[in-house]
């Protein structure tokens, strides 16, 4: 995994697996596309549980290579 990539937040990481607007992922897991906006500027950039079901659910449905770590902060250490 590259530098970059763990820097990353959690939403910033799941959304730029997707490769959909905030607003069709918004639309595809049924949230507002503000909702993800918001989500991925946060400094935390935390997924509550509901989102993280709908989001590894939607990855299957579409084939995008998804897991559970990507929806967890890393550690800095």
């Known amino acids: 995994m590259s530098a970059l990539t763990?820097?990353?937040?959690?939403?910033?990481?799941?959304?730029?697996k997707f490769g959909m607007s905030q607003r069709a992922l918004g639309e595809a897991i049924?949230?507002?596309g503000a909702k993800i906006?918001?989500?991925?500027?946060d400094a935390d950039g935390l997924i509550n549980g509901r989102d993280q079901k709908k989001l590894l659910d939607l990855a299957q449905a579409v084939g995008v290579d998804l897991s559970p770590e990507d929806l967890t902060p890393r550690s800095n250490g």
């Open 6 to 16: 763990e820097s990353m937040t959690p939403w910033q990481r799941v959304f730029s």
């Open 30 to 32: 049924g949230r507002d």
């Open 37 to 41: 906006n918001r989500a991925i500027h």
